[in-house]
């Protein structure tokens, strides 16, 4: 590892540096008077439904000339960006007054298609000089309606942009609808669109440089921070507490019995042991399925290496709002570098418990996380492509995710595996494993593993929930995100209390006289994940308005690889823990 180790710290890190930052067209952002400034229409969608988007001209809007599509970057197409030229023409320091873009007869089925839209609060989304630009189809009228039927449906025409300049740069726009000039679409009648916009320029003093804080800030604005600060100050006094309570009777049971046991030993040879020690010619005996165990710490290992690579990335400022697709490509390129690390770690681990099928362990640790993955996506994929959404990735974009799979993935995967496996190490075990193991005795049901799982889950869990609505919101929503150093201390506060519950619930199986400990602290520790799933769950019935079965399969098959990741992780987290506590106590008394 020594040797493949800087090489593969190296390579990722020049990769990432070389990010590719998204731009509309103009390369400096820099405009005389009457330049033309690059618009470009996005996608459109139901706004309680984040993955539900549509390409612009799927809907029957006009054009003013031929339409023109803007390449994109893979992030940008793994984020269901499909940018095409729109309509409306906003040059540089060029005011105008209701002036028509474009006309159009829009016939029955196009004005039954505006009416669906405009009943499920479609929006669209542009780019201008790459800044956001939002707003909706149109509106529907209630007031004084009881019956859904005679609600009235109106098609908003009319956008007026209000965009600010300083010098000759581009440094804020904002797009409204004029509510007075709207056509009437409630019947299915055939109707005349005269799509019309305003645009007025004003100068602003503001750089820049600082043109995009407006986003970033709006998630860290005062009442914003106080719930942050508060949810992290109510997580580490709660963990504070428990682990505290934990940690003081833990230590203080295992300096007892230390003391016992040293007493044990000067007094009587013969005295028949009990508790941990009674086994510690069986803990460290090798689990069952070690190929699956070993692939699972590897698959954890990438996993924790690519979460610390993201939040490296996000607190120094590359995922900036609205930098589209930056964190889906740098979530494709660092999995793709450290897949070296999972080989190296499951082959080396699995050479360890003296396995000896170390290719098929390679095989499986390649597939323990992206099997469920691919599969998932090819069913999602699938929903998409029947749904014609955006979402539904190109064939051309899968053909680029396959090659990155077969020509960086897996051939460090091997790498890494060849590495692991002739790195020669060996188990470090302080106590001499018997030939034969001891019999288990009776547990009450709750030392059984389930009962523990939940135990083990709950108490990582509390520390997050509270931010996990923020993020929910921001991932399935249209809320910004940015405090990552708030993330970033949860995320420590979580892997903590993991490692620590993990020690504890160990301690008391081995207490048991319960040896069979290595799956154990692992699904302990990854147990978290499974809480993070039941959130889902009442998230999307209790905080959300999605619905329909597009978004309802995005929202839970995603997030069950989600889930299914952080419990790989925070399972090889608890595992590690449980491990180096499991060796430290074994040491500290004389084992025969």
Known sequence: METIAPWLLAVTLLALC?????????????YKARDEVPLYANKVGPFHNPSET?????????????VKE???ALGELLNGDRLVSA????????????????????????VAKFRDAVSKDYYFQMYYDDLPIWGFLGRVDKEGKADPSDYKYYLFKHLIFEISYNKDRVIEIIARSDTTAVVDITQDEEVNVDFVYTVKWRETDTSFDDRMKKYSQSSSLPHHLEIHWFSIINSCVTVLLLTGFLATILMRVLKND?????????????????GWKYIHGDVFRYPKYKSLFSAAIGSGTQLFTLAIFIFILALVGVFYPYNRGALFTALVVIYALTSGIAGYTAASFYCQLEGTNWVRNLLLTGSLFCGPLFLTFCFLNTVAITYKATAALPFGTIMVIFLIWALVTSPLLVLGGVAGKNSKAEFQAPCRTTKYPREIPPLPWYRKTLPQMAMAGFLPFSAIYIELYYIF?????????????ILFIVFIILLIVTAFITVALTYFQLAAEDHEWWWRSFLCGGSTGLFIY??????YYARSDMSGFMQTSFFFGYM????????????????????????HIYRSIKCE
Request: net charge negative; hydrophobic share 35%.
């Open 18 to 30: 070389s990010l590719p930052e998204v731009r509309s067209g103009a390369s400096d952002h820099r």
């Open 87 to 110: 309509p409306y023409k906003l040059d540089f320091l060029t005011d105008k007054e209701s002036e028509i873009a474009c006309k159009k007869r829009l016939t029955k089925e196009e």
């Open 534 to 539: 039941a959130y889902c769950l009442y998230y």
């Open 258 to 274: 230390f003391v016992k046991y040293a007493h044990d030993e000067e007094s009587a040879d013969d005295q028949e042991e009990t």
């Open 473 to 485: 919101a921001s991932v399935w929503g249209h809320r910004i995100y940015t405090i990552y150093s």
């Open 54 to 66: 549509y390409r612009y001209f799927d809907f029957p809007f006009c054009s003013a000339g031929p």
């Open 560 to 583: 069950a690889c989600i889930c299914y990741g952080f419990f790989l992780m925070l399972g090889t987290v608890g595992f590690r823990a449980a491990l180096f506590f499991v060796r």
């Open 70 to 72: 803007k390449k994109e």
